[in-house]
């Protein structure tokens, strides 16, 4: 799946975040850290980034992630070309669109194609990929590392595991939307 293939139900918005469940998805899902450096051999495998500033500084300490998830913004605005991670040494890249406090279909196929790849891949979201650290611990394989950023605090490392991944499909259930997101996902 490469950018503008798909189908046309891409842009569909199978699930959206309400207002109320906002505060439950703004605590740390694990640790913060603030040194990528010190992350590393804490890291399993694969290594799934979600975020621009939480890939550049995996890959600036030696660690390109298997899996990067990026919208080319930080804290609302747009990044410059020096602030951008370096994506080459990607084998695959999926284009997706994706709104703000939503997933759409298009951007859970991609975080199931990507996870499943052998290639390095990376996912470039045109809108907002906050919430892709959800459905990426709703999937991912025991013994992965998540990490996304924490506005203003760090990187979070979540290590998965059933208990984790868990957790995030019942997030992924307390949101409103679409029982299609399974499929969207292959299944879970």
Same mark, same amino acid.
């Given at each position: 799946?490469?950018?503008?293939?798909?189908?046309?139900?891409?842009?569909?918005?199978?699930?959206?975040?309400?207002?109320?469940?906002? %505060?439950?998805?703004? /605590?740390?899902?694990? &640790?913060?850290?603030?040194?990528?450096?010190? !992350?590393?051999?804490? *890291? $399993?495998?694969?290594?799934?980034?979600?975020?621009?500033?939480?890939?550049?500084?995996?890959?600036?300490?030696?660690?390109?992630?298997?899996?990067a998830i990026l919208d080319w913004v930080t804290e609302r605005e747009a990044l410059?070309?020096?602030?951008?991670?370096?994506?080459?040494?990607? %084998?695959?890249?999926? /284009?997706?669109?994706? &709104?703000?406090?939503?997933?759409?279909?298009? !951007?859970?196929?991609? *975080? $199931?194609?990507?996870?499943?790849?052998?290639?390095?891949?990376?996912?470039?979201?045109?809108?907002?990929?906050?919430?892709?650290?959800?459905?990426?611990?709703?999937?991912?394989?025991?013994?992965?590392?998540?990490?996304?950023?924490?506005?203003?605090?760090?990187?979070?490392?979540?290590p998965v595991d059933s208990e984790t991944r868990t957790h995030a499909r019942e997030?992924?259930?307390?949101?409103?939307?679409?029982?299609?997101?399974?499929?969207?996902?292959?299944?879970?």
């Amino acid at each position: 799946m490469a950018g503008g293939e798909g189908g046309s139900d891409d842009l569909d918005v199978l699930l959206t975040l309400p207002d109320e469940l906002r %505060g439950a998805f703004k /605590d740390p899902l694990g &640790p913060i850290h603030t040194d990528a450096n010190r !992350l590393r051999p804490d *890291l $399993g495998e694969p290594v799934i980034a979600v975020g621009d500033v939480v890939t550049r500084h995996l890959t600036q300490a030696g660690v390109r992630p298997d899996l990067a998830i990026l919208d080319w913004v930080t804290e609302r605005e747009a990044l410059s070309e020096s602030e951008k991670p370096d994506i080459t040494g990607y %084998g695959g890249r999926i /284009d997706v669109e994706n &709104p703000a406090a939503g997933l759409s279909a298009a !951007l859970l196929r991609a *975080l $199931g194609c990507g996870i499943e790849r052998d290639e390095k891949t990376v996912i470039v979201v045109d809108g907002e990929e906050d919430l892709a650290t959800v459905p990426v611990l709703a999937v991912a394989p025991d013994g992965a590392s998540v990490v996304y950023g924490q506005p203003g605090e760090g990187m979070v490392h979540v290590p998965v595991d059933s208990e984790t991944r868990t957790h995030a499909r019942e997030l992924l259930a307390k949101m409103d939307g679409d029982e299609a997101v399974q499929d969207a996902l292959g299944g879970f």
